[in-house]
């Protein structure tokens, strides 16, 4: 099955600094990754997303790159502001209507003022 | 866009006694219902997949007898968490599947005292 990855566990950055998590999967017939934003007690809130026949994808301050040779895809916020202080989680799809997500492990992101 | 309640947001149960959790898609027809958990600090794992009129798909390690769920509408996914222990106590959340997209309930904090 499908197994993700992701690092850092962990990212502290200062306000305005760019921000970028990454993710590694396994299954190459994966062809769908959002990456949501979760606070604590709430549900995931999706923020991108890209699908496997396009490399880049940006929407606003936000950005999500995907090298479908190596398995790899990450998330790149950049003038980060305190409010985007959260756990992100990548997560990895056949995209087919009815499959689930695997999820990376998340990051905790800290945005320092 | 797809919305999907959840309920109760919060529930705090004695040790033993069953607590129900409902997800109900508002605007669209839930085929395929995902249900996941997510302890403390870390990600969300799916535990079961459920078809509306047919039984659940639950991952390895999840107890079916424990863990009941039903979907038995197109709009209604419920999970049952039986004879719960201290242990059970979790962020459990429901993940609706439609041709438009995924959507993520609200969440329900279960504490079992």
């Known amino acids: 099955g499908e197994n993700v990855e992701q690092h850092p566990s962990t990212l502290s950055v200062q306000e305005g600094d760019s921000a970028v998590i990454k993710c590694t999967y396994s299954d190459s017939a994966s062809n769908y990754f959002p990456w949501y934003k979760q606070e604590l007690g709430k549900r995931p809130q999706l923020i991108i997303d890209i699908r496997s026949n396009v490399g880049e994808k940006k929407d606003q301050r936000i950005a999500v790159t995907l090298n479908k040779t190596a398995k790899h895809f990450s998330l790149h916020i950049t003038e980060t502001q305190p409010e985007d202080s959260a756990v992100y989680f990548c997560?990895?799809?056949?995209?087919?209507?009815?499959?689930?997500?695997?999820f990376g492990p998340g990051t905790r992101l800290s945005v320092l003022p | 866009g797809a919305v999907v309640s959840q309920h109760p947001s919060r529930v705090i149960c004695k040790s033993g006694t069953s607590v129900k959790i409902e997800c109900r898609s508002l605007d669209f027809q839930a085929t395929t219902m995902f249900w996941y958990r997510q302890f403390p600090k870390q990600s969300l794992m799916l535990m079961a997949t459920s078809n509306e009129g047919s039984k659940a798909t639950y991952e390895q390690g999840v107890e079916k007898d424990k863990f009941l769920i039903n979907h038995a509408s197109l709009t209604l996914s419920t999970l049952t968490v039986t004879s719960a222990h201290p242990e059970d106590s979790s962020f459990y959340i429901c993940s609706a599947s439609s041709h438009q997209g995924y959507t993520f309930g609200s969440g329900t904090r279960l504490t079992v005292v």
């Open positions: 997560a990895a799809s056949s995209g087919n209507y009815g499959q689930n997500f695997v």
